[in-house]
């Protein structure tokens, strides 16, 4: 069975840093590439960012390109995103999701979420 | 990249059939058929329904079906159940390995 644990969400101030982790199991991580999905309080999903199989490929949307680094650790099974710079507006809650399952270009599993809130 | 656009809200009766439509441009979709769609309890994670505009991943009902006609994607609910109450999202390969979601359908289940 599939599983993405997400963990390291919290309370940061305007212009501070987090690093997100996802803890994932049940599927051979190395084989598939990875996703950032986020969901602002009472509002739809964004898509951040994404990572090749490797790690040697990244991705990012506009509205984090140049603040966020996402990362993972083939041997350890694990995903990461290193945010920097927040704002108010990265406030939300962040899925871990795997993509590949149902071909290349499907999300089909995601975490339960961290939350992310910044605000001072 | 902007978001695909959904009807903030259907409703059907148990038993009735619903559509929910989610258009884009033509670069949204960017000429390809990877549309997907999603389905979200409050508070819980998003899982897949559908994928590749019509395909359904194993363990979906086969009351849930989709398709695809030139920036406008559809997920159709037949039969609707009281556990179909949810939001649906559709969401598009958008090239450059980027991809963008639709604002969010909630259906309920009268």
């Known amino acids: 069975e599939v599983q993405l644990l997400e963990s390291g969400g919290g309370l940061v101030q305007p212009g501070g840093s987090l690093r997100l982790s996802c803890a994932a199991s049940g599927f051979t991580f190395s084989s598939y590439a990875m996703s950032w999905v986020r969901q602002a309080p009472g509002k739809g999903l964004e898509w951040v960012s994404g990572i090749s199989t490797s790690g040697g490929h990244t991705y990012y949307a506009d509205s984090v390109k140049g603040r966020f680094i996402i990362s993972r650790d083939n041997s350890r099974s694990t995903l990461s995103l290193q945010m920097n710079s927040l704002r108010a507006e990265d406030t939300a809650v962040y899925y871990c999701?795997?993509?590949?399952?149902?071909?290349?270009?499907?999300?089909?599993?995601w975490g339960q979420g961290t939350l992310v809130t910044v605000s001072s | 990249q902007s978001a695909l656009t959904q009807p903030r809200s259907v409703s059907g009766s148990p038993g009735q059939s619903v559509t929910i439509s989610c258009t884009g441009t033509g670069s949204d979709f960017g000429g390809y058929n990877y549309v997907f769609w999603c389905q979200q309890h409050p508070g819980k994670a998003p899982k897949l329904m559908i994928y590749?505009?019509?395909k359904r991943p194993s363990g979906v009902p086969d009351r849930f079906s989709g398709s695809k006609s030139g920036n406008t994607a559809s997920l159709t609910i037949s039969g609707l159940q009281a556990e179909d109450e949810a939001d649906y999202y559709c969401?598009?390969?958008?090239?450059?390995?980027?991809?963008?979601f639709g604002g969010g359908t909630k259906l309920t289940v009268l």
């Open positions: 969401c598009s390969y958008a090239g450059s390995y980027t991809w963008v």
């Open positions: 590749e505009v019509s």
């Open positions: 999701a795997k993509r590949g399952g149902y071909g290349d270009y499907t999300i089909d599993y």
